[in-house]
């Protein structure tokens, strides 16, 4: 069941999140001007294709309207968070939110 939380500054998240301090966390960080596949980053944290994930939280970081700032989305990439793209199209946060998510899960196999 996907948890939704608060929204919070970018840095406030990823220095105040105790799953990223410590390395277990994997996550995507979204992106409209550059980023991997969405497919092909589940991909990659697979571990394998019928056990996509280890049951570790996966972190979704969706920005605000106008989208995240190059140096927001290094500090993201420094504690490891990949940055993917959810296609050419630009959506509403509200939007790339709720189609990351069912994106995630259905690349997952969580959707059956």
């Known amino acids: 069941m996907p948890l939704v939380y608060e929204p919070v500054g970018l840095k406030e998240f990823l220095e105040g999140s105790e799953p990223v301090r410590h390395g277990s966390t994997k996550g995507f960080i979204f992106w409209e001007d550059r980023g991997a596949s969405l497919n092909e980053a589940v991909k990659k944290i ?3 294709p019928d056990h996509p994930f280890t049951g570790s939280p ?4 969706i920005g605000s309207e ?3 700032t190059k140096g927001e989305i290094a500090l993201a990439e420094e504690k ?3 940055v993917v ?3 050419r199209r630009i959506l ?3 939007t790339a939110a709720l189609s990351a998510v069912t994106l995630v899960q259905f690349l997952s196999g969580d959707m059956g």
């Open 80 to 82: 490891g968070y990949q």
């Open 66 to 68: 106008g989208g995240f």
């Open 92 to 94: 509403r946060a509200e």
């Open 85 to 87: 793209s959810l296609g």
């Open 46 to 48: 697979s571990v394998s």
């Open 58 to 61: 996966i972190h979704l970081l």
